[in-house]
Structures are given as structure tokens and as C-alpha cells.
């Protein structure tokens, strides 16, 4: 396609209205736009060259404005990293862009198509302790409660926290050479937790961690979903890359406490997901706050506002606010989620609240998968 097509003079234009703030150019004369192609058809294909102190909101940017153009039916990124690894987003790297630096990992098997699974979910966090297996415990209940058919994946390979969320500790049955998931609440579940000892400790490296997430998603008979939920270990390792390589996931949950230190966490981990295309839904902020009941006043033990300090740098909505709860912590470790154990309390609530808008943010989306090419 030559230059004077229309199309793709409105793509060119469409992509010199974006201002990159690190360099105070627009994304065309500042050189990171490389290799674009515009089909007759409306394919828009092209290198997007993305340093990593450049926002990562950058991607979502040109790709919305893109879709926006009438006569674009597709838009496929190749995000370059010109200092180092790459991530191909939407198909893979294109004939200028370097290869990215090895994890350590095998390349992965083609991805899955996993129609039965329904909207594919991720939970996570930046860093520990923060609440991130009971949101999502809690979550895969509430949706469950609302009439949804749930399976939630216990990914945090190194501390499974779902098995004693959920009360459940039995081995798995195999039936035609897959995997039974268990079941507790409604919600179908899978985690390494039922697989070895309870004091067994996980040393196991990227290879290991990539084939248990696959078995968990090839292997196991998960039946018909509405929503497949991801509980993630903290941080943006192996996990994280296995997940987004190996199915199609409509985007992430980001859960934060409010101080400072936890934000800048998960501030990481949101810019990975935006980095392999995968949108962030929505923050949640947990153990906001403390309100006694008999006086009213409010304690906040962990500062307050980070969630929607977070929300606000990151461009995504804060989906809701968990407060500090007494006997939260007791109901989880009797496998009570606090939804099923006290769900008229005040955290039940708020997280009944994050469950309904996470599945009207989600509802009718349909996000192709991105390659992280290794």
C-alpha cells in the first residue's frame, strides 16, 4: 500500500496525534513507528519501538486510536525493546526487531484455543502479603454466587494459598487421562498444593513452573466455564510469562494495599501486563481501612488512597476498596471465604461489589493472545 492511500494516511495521521512524554515527539517523528503496513482490507501491522522508560500505556494508546479509525478491521503490534528483550504483541517480531533476551525458559507450545474455559482472569500483585489469593478466592465464590460457572487455577506454584482458602486438601482424581479438579463452594479448583506434601518447599526453576502451568491448563478437565480465574504468585517472572504465552487472557485484576511501598509493586506488575498486551481491568485495594463499628471512626494502618493513586497512573478503574476486617484472616484459614462466612460484613460486600463490575467490564470482551517470543 503506497503512502497516498487514505487509510493509511489516517493510520499515519492517527499515529502522529500520540505524544510520547519521555521525548516530547509524537510517535511517527520521533522514529518509533517502524515497518507499518496497511492492506486493502484494513490489516494494520507495524514495529512499535518501546523503551522501558517509556508508558506502557503508550501500546494501548495507538492500538485504541487505531481501532478507531473507520476501515481498520485489525491491529497488530511488535513491541521492541531497543535496549534489550522484546514482546511481540499480536503475532510475531517483525524483520527489524532484535530477539529478546532468554529467561531460561524452553520456547513454549503453540498456545491453546480454550472456548470452554470462558473469560480467562488474572490475579496479581507485586509483591506479597498483600491479599491477592483472598481477593481472588473470594471473587471466583462471589461470581459463582451470581450464577456463574467458575474454575480458579492456583498458579502461585511456590505458596499455594488455595487449598486451605477453600478447605480442600484431597488428591485429585484422574479419569481418562486427565485431571479431576476438586471442588469446594461451587468453584472448580486446581493447584500444585494437592499434588505434593504440604511441607514439601518448591525449588524448581522457569522449565518446571511453564509445564505445570500447561498441565493445569491442558490436562485438567475443567467442563464448561463462564470464568477462568488465575490466582498468579507476586511479581512478573515465570508464572506470569507462561500464563500469557499459553492462553488467551482477557486481562487483570492488580491487587495493592495502600502504602507507597506496595503501589510501586504493583505499578510493575500492571506495566508487564501492558507490556504483553494483556489489559488491565482494574486495581483493587485491599486492607484500606478499619471502621469501628461502635464508634464509626476510621483507622487507616496502612496509609490510605494507594488504589486510586495506582488506578490513576496505571488509566484503569478502582474496581473497589476491601476494608480491614476482624476474623477475615480465621475464616480463610477454616476455608471460609469471607463472601460465604460473614457476606453481609463489610469486606463481603465490597468484594460482592468487585466481582459484579469485574464481570461487567469483561462481559463480550474477546482478546486475541500475545506472544512473548523467546
Known sequence: MTA????????????????????DKD???????????????????FTFVLGRADPGTLVREARTALKAID????????????????????????????????????????????????????ISSGKGGVGKSTVAANLAVALTRDGKRVGLMDADIYGPNIP????????????????RPLEAHGVKLMSIGFLVDRDSAAIWRGPIIMKVIQQFLRDVDWGELDYFIVDLPPGTGDAQLSLVQSIQVAGAIIVTTPQEMAVGDALRGARMFE??????????????????????????????????????????????????????????????????AAPESPAARALGAIARQTARLLGGRSIRLPIINQ
Do not use: C
Not at 4 to 20: G, K, Q, Y
Open 4 to 23: 497516498s492511500d487514505p487509510l493509511e494516511a489516517r493510520v499515519t495521521a492517527a499515529l502522529s496525534r500520540i505524544n510520547n512524554p519521555r521525548l
Open 27 to 45: 510517535l511517527v517523528s520521533a522514529g518509533l513507528i517502524l515497518d507499518l503496513v496497511v492492506t486493502p482490507t484494513g490489516r494494520v501491522t
Open 71 to 122: 476501515g481498520v478491521s485489525e491491529v497488530k503490534i511488535t513491541v521492541v525493546d531497543p535496549g534489550g528483550p522484546t514482546a511481540a504483541t499480536h503475532g510475531p517480531p517483525g524483520p527489524t526487531s532484535a530477539m529478546p533476551q532468554s529467561t531460561g525458559m524452553p520456547s513454549p507450545p503453540p498456545p491453546i484455543e480454550s472456548p470452554n474455559l470462558g473469560t480467562v482472569l488474572a
Open 164 to 179: 486451605r482458602m477453600f478447605g480442600v486438601f484431597d488428591k485429585p482424581l484422574v479419569a481418562g487421562g486427565r485431571i
Open 275 to 340: 507490556r504483553v498486551n494483556v489489559p488491565v481491568v482494574g486495581i483493587v485495594e485491599n486492607m484500606s481501612g478499619y471502621t469501628d463499628p461502635e464508634t464509626g471512626r476510621r483507622v487507616e494502618f496502612f496509609s490510605a488512597g494507594g488504589g486510586s493513586r495506582l488506578a490513576a497512573e496505571v488509566g484503569a478503574p478502582l474496581l473497589g476498596e476491601v476494608p480491614l476486617q476482624p476474623g477475615l484472616a480465621h475464616q480463610a484459614d477454616r476455608g471460609e471465604p469471607v463472601v460465604i
